[in-house]
């Protein structure tokens, strides 16, 4: 019972910081209101959680698990043609995905310059999307698709970074065009790489 | 006689400025510490500068204008190859302008995603890229020398956020290499407008 009263509790905060820092952004949004919007005790509220960082890396972990599975798309193409369809499948579907969660991103963009924690929490994604894409350039350097003029792990970190761009931008403005930005970003890459 | 005495607090307060944002960083620096470097009565300090935002905004001024100075090269080649030269040519100077600018650039970096005022001063650096290398796309493109299958303004933002992306990465390393990462972006950036 005692646990089950613990685990309610933890819910009510993370629901109700997903409220606040919606609505008050980073910067903006206290504990104070977190709690007073969760409804606990003042002193039980931080049991759970250090600091609005703390609580916020939590509230973000499933919107960052949503662009990590973009990221993790299967890449086993058997020609160039279709690893070049891949790639521009998978840049729109990365922008889409971030603009499903466009408000909570907005947020994320915010805090990762204020924050150390949320900082270090978004460093670690990019690193497993560099980690992912680099793989995937190796696959196609060992199957004779791409150039091997350049370093997997660098090239990845240019094209992660091209995604991440078209990221921040399509979710700060409101008519954001996926399929557009993702085929501006892909046609540098893939003359880069696959010329 | 007073006016000269007022340009003197003035620049006490920027070079304590400098000394103590290169010491602690921005988000550790304090008008305080800065008043005390300067040897300046606490009250006077604030008719110059309102907060460490506004002293900071001041003192960087220059390191912009080093970067800027880079972007306004001239750019009226006269062949494809001539104009692959001066891009690589420019990538690799903006860098090393970086490179020699490393430790307050350092806090630069730090002061964007902290400081409104900053991030604002540095949104303006970057549209004044941005035109710059606009100017240069649509030279290229008029000249047949570059392809005119994408929007010039948009081809601008992606090439300086390769160029802004490198930037950040050398400063924060200890052994970059400049001509290498530029190397690198110049040539995705070449193999999508020039191929």
């Known amino acids: 019972m005692k646990q089950e009263r613990s685990i309610e509790t933890r819910n009510k905060l993370i629901r109700a910081g997903r409220v606040i820092f919606l609505k008050n952004g980073f910067a903006n949004a206290t504990m104070t209101q977190v709690i007073k919007e969760a409804g606990v005790g003042y002193g039980t509220a931080y049991v759970y959680f250090k600091n609005k960082d703390d609580l916020f890396y939590v509230i973000i972990e499933e919107t960052i698990l949503g662009l990590q599975q973009v990221g993790s798309m299967q890449f086993t193409p058997r020609s160039k043609e279709e690893a070049i369809a891949i790639i521009e499948k998978q840049a729109t579907l990365f922008i889409e995905e971030g603009l499903r969660q466009k408000e909570m991103l907005r947020v994320v963009h915010e805090a990762i310059g204020c924050s150390t924690i949320i900082a270090k929490k978004w460093q670690q994604a990019r690193h497993f999307f560099e980690s992912s894409i680099a793989r995937d350039v190796r696959y196609a350097q060992e199957h004779n698709l791409a150039s091997r003029l350049f370093d997997a792990q660098d090239v990845a970190k240019l094209w992660f970074?091209?995604?991440?761009?078209?990221?921040?931008?399509?979710?700060?403005?409101?008519?954001?065009d996926a399929t557009m930005s993702a085929s501006l970003i892909s046609h540098f890459y893939i003359a880069g790489l696959y010329a």
């Open 161 to 176: 970074s091209l995604n991440e761009k078209a990221l921040w931008d399509c979710i700060s403005q409101d008519d954001c």
